[in-house]
């Protein structure tokens, strides 16, 4: 069975500043990605950046960083340079190689004031 | 945007009746899972298909119910709806099972049961 634990409701930044939301997972599987999206108020799931288990290099996408620590099963997101935008809820998920499912956490709350 | 389409996007329905809610999957992608999100949750997994067959399920009563299409469009079939299963439904299409590859999100049905 997998699991995803994201132990912050709720994030405050400020703008320009840099932020990191916790995931930590448990799975059996020696094989998995991990995924975080960005859900804004309208309800769409938006992929935001993969990590794969066996990468070497943690992931990057523009301002969106992911912190891989495979040893302590964490996968944090690291956003940089915030921007009002990016205020939604943040879910970190993660898919067992061979499958297409994905288990996601609770999701984190960030909001983003001037 | 994603490619990927849901209808309708909210739907009140009364207790005991039935609903259908419906995803028109990215072009080229055979595989589409369906989640359940109630409020202040993750997406919960009901079920997915692959070329027209149900290749998973999650812990969702029978019920729960779907259809895959030739041009692997898919439909989620409620059956004796309860207050319980008011939620937003989401329906992610992604090439292939397994792999490294993201899956991709409609922006969501939101069902109400009164």
């Excluded at chain 2, 998973?56 to 019920?63: D, L, M, Q």
Aim: aromatic share 12%; glycine share 10%.
């Amino acid at each position: 069975a997998q699991k995803i634990t994201q132990t912050q409701p709720g994030m405050f930044v400020q703008e320009k500043e840099a932020v990191t939301l916790d995931c930590t997972y448990d799975t059996s599987d020696p094989s998995y990605g991990l995924f975080w999206y960005k859900q804004p108020s309208s309800g769409e799931m938006i992929f935001l950046i993969y990590q794969g288990s066996y990468d070497q290099q943690n992931a990057t996408e523009g301002r969106y960083s992911l912190n891989f620590q495979k040893a302590r099963k964490s996968a944090n997101l690291v956003i940089s340079a915030s921007q009002l935008g990016d205020s939604a809820m943040y879910f970190c998920a993660m898919r067992a190689r061979g499958y297409s499912t994905l288990t996601f956490g609770k999701g984190t709350m960030l909001l983003v004031s001037p | 945007e994603t490619g990927v389409t849901q209808s309708p996007t909210h739907l009140i329905k009364t207790r005991g009746q039935q609903v259908t809610l419906r995803c028109s999957s990215q072009s080229g992608h055979n595989t589409v899972s369906w989640y359940q999100q109630a409020l202040g949750q993750g997406p919960q997994f009901i079920f997915q298909y692959y070329r027209e067959e149900e290749n998973g399920r999650g812990n969702f009563p029978p019920r729960f119910s779907g259809l895959q299409f030739p041009n692997y469009s898919s439909e989620l079939n409620v059956n004796a709806l309860e207050l319980d299963d008011s939620a937003l439904y989401l329906c992610a299409s992604s090439l292939a099972v397994g792999g490294n590859t993201e899956a991709f999100f409609g922006q969501g049905t939101r069902l109400t049961v009164v």
